[in-house]
T-cell receptor, first 113, second 112 residues
Framework: NAGVTQTPKFRILKIGQSMTLQCTQDMNHNYMYWYRQDPGMGLKLIYYSVGAGITDKGEVPNGYNVSRSTTEDFPLRLELAAPSQTSVYFC????????????FGSGTRLTVV | KQEVTQIPAALSVPEGENLVLNCSFTDSAIYNLQWFRQDPGKGLTSLLLIQSSQREQTSGRLNASLDKSSGRSTLYIAASQPGDSATYLCAVMTSGTYKYIFGTGTRLKVLA
């Protein structure tokens, strides 16, 4: 059982480049989330999805886009990368977060130079 | 707006000591509260999930309590070990939402 899988684990981007962070879960979870974690800070919600075809903004959505075409996949797109997007990105999923809480992926460490 | 605070930010204790980590939140209307552990450079591992109707949950040497009316949760670690060294995060899910708000964590170091 793979759980929540994030790729890549590490990436260095130049300012202005774009990339997609991948997140896949094999637990048939309805709810999926993207958070970022900056040093010494808690996790901030970027986007989330309550099911295929449904997405919504979190606290810090600017500079990011998401899509949810299948139950399994929830990619996060960075357009025109900026140094402020240097962070560790975590994907999480849940069957129903009100009753089961989250399961996290291992994270993607992104540096924008 | 829900705000989650964890005190202390860092804690260093000798091995074998019992310790308490604190989490407070401003809106008592919650579905649940989850405690996580994060090792340096790693992802988050779920420790305990407490539903709003529960007062406490236990797993091995860990016990988490919830007092919704006062907006507080504590994570009690018994007989601490060097392997317990990590950052502990609490996350609160406010009623009517499906997303967690996280505290900034308590960084624990257990000295051998």
């Amino acid at each position: 059982n793979a759980g929540v899988t994030q790729t890549p684990k590490f990436r260095i981007l130049k300012i202005g480049q774009s990339m997609t962070l991948q997140c896949t879960q094999d637990m048939n979870h309805n709810y999926m989330y993207w958070y970022r974690q900056d040093p010494g800070m808690g996790l901030k919600l970027i986007y989330y999805s309550v099911g295929a075809g449904i997405t919504d903004k979190g606290e810090v959505p600017n500079g990011y886009n998401v899509s949810r075409s299948t139950t399994e996949d929830f990619p996060l797109r960075l357009e025109l990368a900026a140094p402020s997007q240097t962070s560790v990105y975590f994907c999480a999923s849940s069957y129903d977060a009100r009753d089961y809480g989250y399961t996290f992926g291992s994270g993607t460490r992104l540096t924008v130079v | 707006k829900q705000e989650v605070t964890q005190i202390p930010a860092a804690l260093s204790v000798p091995e074998g000591e019992n310790l308490v980590l604190n989490c407070s939140f401003t809106d008592s209307a919650i579905y649940n509260l989850q405690w996580f552990r994060q090792d340096p450079g790693k992802g988050l591992t779920s420790l305990l999930l407490i539903q709003s109707s529960q007062r406490e949950q236990t797993s091995g040497r860990l016990n988490a309590s919830l007092d919704k009316s006062s907006g507080r949760s504590t994570l009690y670690i018994a007989a601490s070990q060097p392997g317990d060294s990590a950052t502990y995060l609490c996350a609160v899910m406010t009623s009517g939402t499906y997303k967690y708000i996280f505290g900034t964590g308590t960084r624990l170091k257990v000295l051998a």
